[in-house]
């Protein structure tokens, strides 16, 4: 069963940079999409970057050149590094995952989510 949990959320100023970790359990990442959604307060939820079994990485234009998605198959773990971080990205982050999709790009609708970790930006 695919279970899905992230860590590594927290508080910085503006201009740092925080790592997202997902824990990954149950997907085989030759067959999923997997990716980081976002959803700040009074927004809805948004994808932010997506990798696919080949290595194809989709980024949502507001975090291109600042964002980073990896994965390590053999610690079933998916990364998002974040750097240069803005006030705008505050959001709860959520770890994602689709089963064979048509694509794999950061408007997909997950199958699976995490909890969330939070990310707060400071001014």
């Known amino acids: 069963q695919v279970q899905l949990v992230e860590s590594g959320g927290g508080s910085v100023q503006a201009g740092g940079s925080l790592r997202l970790s997902c824990s990954t359990a149950?997907?085989?990442?030759?067959?999923?999409?997997v990716g980081w959604f976002r959803q700040s307060p009074g927004k809805e939820r948004e994808g932010v970057a997506t990798?696919?079994?080949?290595?194809?990485?989709t980024y949502r234009p507001a975090v291109k050149g600042r964002f980073t998605i990896a994965k390590d198959n053999a610690k079933n773990t998916l990364y998002l590094q974040m750097n240069s971080l803005k006030p705008e990205d505050t959001a709860m982050y959520y770890c994602?995952?689709?089963?064979?999709?048509?694509?794999?790009?950061?408007?997909?609708?997950?199958?699976?989510w995490g909890q969330g970790t939070q990310v707060t930006v400071n001014p």
């Open positions: 149950g997907v085989s990442y030759s067959s999923y999409c």
């Open positions: 994602v995952a689709k089963v064979s999709p048509l694509s794999c790009t950061y408007t997909m609708s997950p199958n699976y």
């Open positions: 990798t696919d079994s080949y290595g194809s990485t």
